[in-house]
């Protein structure tokens, strides 16, 4: 999965840099199909564009995919310009929370 994530990007996006991670074993359903990436992408395009905007344009290559094969996707996508002036240690991994788990399923 994580390598079709890569050339599903690849293929619409001019990727100066990528990178992903697969969290779901940090998951409190450790055992699960469904998987939690984080992916960091840097790019050209993502100049000028709000952060909304460029959540929406990874979203809108990888939608067939959620929620069946990826649960959750922690996304990090910074212009090229951002990406040389930021520091690269950053990207934490967000802890899924037994409460919130819990206070969403039993809806």
């Known amino acids: 999965m994580k390598e079709l994530?890569?050339?599903?990007?690849?293929?619409?996006?001019?990727?100066?840099?990528?990178?992903?991670?697969?969290?779901?074993?940090k998951h409190i359903l450790k055992n699960t199909i469904k998987k939690h990436y984080r992916i960091i992408i840097v790019s050209k395009i993502f100049h000028n564009l709000s952060l909304i905007h460029r959540h929406k344009k990874i979203y809108s290559i990888l939608y067939k995919y959620i929620p069946h094969k990826i649960y959750s996707l922690q996304i990090y996508a910074y212009s090229t310009k951002e990406w040389s002036i930021l520091p690269k240690k950053?990207?934490?991994?967000?802890?899924?929370?037994?409460?919130?788990?819990?206070?969403?399923?039993?809806n």
């Open 5 to 25: 994530i890569y050339k599903k990007n690849k293929k619409k996006i001019n990727i100066f840099y990528f990178k992903i991670y697969n969290d779901t074993k």
């Open 90 to 106: 950053i990207h934490r991994v967000i802890q899924c929370s037994k409460k919130l788990y819990k206070k969403d399923n039993q």
